[in-house]
């Protein structure tokens, strides 16, 4: 009698644990889209807000794009996201200068393809660029270029954001 139980609870059970297997797999990444969802939305708590913000010369400046002002911006601030393609908007260049070659990068005839990291705020500027993938003597050239850029701010849900972007850039040959 004890036998054929414990034959029904060899069969029963595999099945058991590969449904929740697939159960928990699946309760896990939804758990990870709600943790996810709640930084997003997180408020920073009081210790964490500064008083007031930090006055700054350019803003005696006028600014020559006074729409991209979202009063939802949270320029000055530290947080900077990743670039996520599938869930936010891709920036769209609105000024900036074109890029000049150096005088070595002209003698040398280089071009290619440069990978260059930056920070993208919510107001459109550029800020904090580094090279990841470089050509000889264009590295500050192309730095320079950027940083003169302004961008429509990414947004996300709706609200702009400051995000780490990489922009690929062709340098064409001379």
Not at 128 to 149: D, T, W
Request: charged share 20%.
């Amino acid at each position: 009698m004890f036998q054929p139980y414990t034959k029904q609870v060899r069969r029963v059970v595999p099945h058991g644990i590969k449904a929740g297997g697939v159960w928990l797999s699946h309760l896990g990444i939804f758990a990870g889209v709600l943790w996810l969802s709640a930084q997003m939305h997180e408020q920073p708590s009081a210790a964490e807000k500064p008083m007031k913000p930090p006055e700054r010369a350019e803003s005696a400046r006028e600014d020559p794009f006074p729409e991209l002002h979202d009063p939802r911006c949270s320029w000055p601030s530290d947080d900077v996201r990743p670039f996520l393609y599938s869930v936010m908007t891709q920036p769209v260049l609105l000024a900036g200068a074109p890029l000049e070659y150096t005088s070595e990068a002209l003698a040398a005839h280089v071009s290619g393809f440069m990978a260059v990291r930056c920070t993208l705020t919510c107001r459109g500027e550029v800020k904090g660029c580094h090279v990841l993938k470089g050509l000889p003597h264009m590295s500050e050239a192309v730095i320079s270029m950027l940083q003169s850029r302004r961008y429509l701010p990414v947004q996300y849900q709706d609200r702009p954001i400051n995000v780490r972007y990489v922009f690929h850039i062709r340098v064409p040959p001379p």
